[in-house]
């Protein structure tokens, strides 16, 4: 399994622009995450997905962030228009079922996305 | 709601040497507690995790966690590091039945040689 997908690794974007984040998570998990990781505010949930529908969005910093999940296998974190304070690592992370003994959320390597 | 901190920011330990990380959390209700291992440029990944029973938890790479109810802790410890140990470590709880993984603000290990 090649695990959870995401595109770009980095994103350089100017003040205002809009920046589209990607993610594919392991096939056949119906819960997907999206955090944001910055140094002052650490690790935050921003949303998550069960089974494409969007559950719990009150992390999300305001309207400029949307994320939508069309289907069971892509996922996107839009930011419009972007700040230089969004810059962070954007990581999405998927998982199984419930939270049995033998499940876990897998990360995917993140996308740093840097605002000028 | 739950929350997590993690008291030490840093921790520098020297090859070989033991090392704890300290993890206290506050929720009113059961939880489940986890270690995570961010290296650098990486994604997170599970060290261990507690669900219930033992609450001496083993994970990987020699790692081990100990569930305190009283105390609400769940410190992590390896009795002899390595170089490649060194990352960023980050304590998570999600509430029993929840969905939610909040994690604490992380501790950077710096392993010298």
């Known amino acids: 399994d090649a695990g959870v997908i995401q595109s770009p690794r980095h994103e350089v974007t100017e003040m205002g622009q809009e920046v589209t984040l990607r993610c594919k998570p392991i096939?056949?998990?119906?819960?997907l995450f999206w955090y944001r990781q910055t140094m002052m505010r650490g690790l935050e949930l921003l949303i998550y997905?069960?089974?494409?529908?969007?559950?719990?969005d009150s992390g999300m910093p305001e309207d400029r962030f949307s994320a939508k999940m069309p289907n069971a296998s892509f996922s996107t974190l839009k930011i419009q228009p972007s700040e230089p304070r969004d810059s962070a690592v954007y990581f999405c992370?998927?998982?199984?079922?419930?939270?049995?003994?033998?499940?876990?959320?897998?990360f995917g390597s993140g996308t740093q996305l840097s605002v000028l | 709601a739950q929350s997590v901190t993690q008291l030490d920011s840093q921790v520098p330990v020297f090859e070989e040497a033991p090392v704890e990380l300290r993890c206290n959390y506050s929720?009113?209700?059961?939880?489940?507690l986890f270690w995570y291992v961010q290296y650098p440029n990486q994604g997170l990944q599970l060290l261990l995790k507690?669900?219930?029973?033992?609450?001496l938890v083993k994970g990987i790479n020699g790692f081990e966690a100990e569930f305190n109810k009283s105390q609400t802790s769940f410190h992590l410890r390896k009795p002899s590091v390595h170089i490649s140990d060194t990352a960023e470590y980050f304590c998570?709880?999600?509430?029993?039945?929840?969905?939610?993984?909040?994690f604490g603000g992380g501790t950077r290990v710096l392993v010298k040689p």
């Open positions: 992370a998927s998982r199984g079922q419930t939270w049995q003994a033998n499940e876990k959320l897998f």
């Open positions: 096939s056949g998990h119906n819960s």
């Open positions: 997905f069960n089974n494409n529908v969007p559950i719990d």
């Open positions: 929720s009113s209700v059961s939880v489940y």
């Open positions: 507690y669900l219930s029973g033992s609450t």
């Open positions: 998570a709880v999600l509430k029993a039945a929840g969905n939610k993984l909040t």
